[in-house]
């Protein structure tokens, strides 16, 4: 059962990525709860078993991540989410990064905190230090937290619903029917038009939205559509970033899932072996999601 305050889709709904915090530190009960989450975190749909840990500033040393290696970019965090796993041990071990963080996001924002996923923007060498990251792993993205500035910010999610999804694609760029040339008209969706909506409004590295959703029959197959140029940018290699839109798709299938189980939509996560894995030019079939009912 979800560990959730609100419904999964409010959650959702009402995450934004916040980059400006108030200089309050996290409080005590929330790490505690936050914690308590982590530990008990659900298992991830590949299988792979990341460690995460809360990085939060504390009484009398309150100003210690505020120069944390954000380049800037993220104002007064009190707190971040960081994670490492056995680098290339699982072959979908990103998409699994990608799932449980943003679980752990979504239940921070249940507890109404900001949250902005970092994937680029954050000096790697020193937030390694502070998980002991070791020679094998990896840490392909972290998260920034806090408390929000101000009530008009913490209102944000919950008013900025048409903002989020504004900036989103629209639906017939994201959802298919049968073939990856047809869209998916929203009736055709079933009682899972709530799950791919809420698949369309989750977050993505640079916005991108990679993820693309087929049906057929009683599968949802989830395919990565690369933006094009994006993973072998010279700069990306050069800061060493992981293949974050990997993490995208664990993103969405977190949405996906948790979306599905709160509307009583029984189902689990498979990988076809025998579908073309490569059906169209920059698209790459991820795994499934088999309908049960
Ligand atoms: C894997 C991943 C990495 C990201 N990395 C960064 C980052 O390095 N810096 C940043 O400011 N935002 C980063 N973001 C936030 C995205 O820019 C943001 O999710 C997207 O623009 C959509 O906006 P929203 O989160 O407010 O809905 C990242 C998001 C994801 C999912």
Known sequence: ??????????????????RD????????????????????????????TPRFDLLAASKGDSKSLRGLGTYGFIKNPS???????????????L??????MEMIILYATSLELGTCWLGGTFTKSRFAKKINLAANETMPAITAMGEYRDADQKRRGWTSKAAGSARRLPWDKFFFNIMLDTPLIRNEAGKYATALEMVRIAPSASNKQPCRVLKYKNFWRFYLRRTPGYKGDIIKKFLRLCDLQRVDM????????????????KGKWVVEDDLDKNPAALTEYIVSWERLN
């Not at 707190?79 to 071990?93: H, N, Q, R, V, W």
């Open 21 to 48: 915090y108030s200089l309050e530190l996290v409080d005590a009960e929330k790490q505690e709860k936050l914690l308590a989450y982590i530990h008990d975190l659900p298992p991830a749909p590949f299988g792979s």
């Open 95 to 100: 998409e699994d990064y990608g799932y449980l």
């Open 1 to 18: 059962m979800s560990k959730f305050k609100y419904p999964a889709t409010e959650i959702i709904t009402k995450r934004f990525s916040c």
């Open 79 to 93: 707190a971040f989410i960081l994670g490492a796993m056995p680098s290339g041990e699982l072959a979908y071990d």
């Open 250 to 265: 664990g993103i969405a299938m977190s949405h996906f899932e948790l979306t599905a189980k709160e509307l009583g939509l």
